[in-house]
């Protein structure tokens, strides 16, 4: 049973946008602070609302964020 969920997160037009690589889950914030920590409620709440077993993940787990240095997406 896998003890980390891995998250991408990156500059969005406004604020920051994360994502998850393990679960279907993602968040926004305004700041980098904020969009991790929505993303760890979000996590929360998926788990606690489905059986992490059946997906292979620990009820509990890690999560590893990777951050993508760089300018917000151009049009």
């Known amino acids: ?10 500059r ?3 604020g920051f946008v ?7 889950v993602s968040a926004q914030g305004e700041s980098l602070d904020q969009v991790i920590d929505e ?3 979000a996590i929360d709440d998926y788990l606690a609302s489905n059986d992490p ?3 292979g993940i620990s009820p509990k787990p ?3 964020v990777t951050f ?6 151009e049009d």
């Open 18 to 24: 994360a994502e998850c690589y393990d679960l279907p």
């Open 62 to 64: 890690e999560v590893i």
């Open 53 to 55: 077993p059946q997906f």
């Open 1 to 10: 049973m896998r003890q980390v969920v891995y998250v991408y997160a990156q």
């Open 68 to 73: 993508q240095l760089g300018r917000p997406p």
């Open 39 to 41: 993303i760890q409620a």
């Open 12 to 14: 969005a037009e406004s």
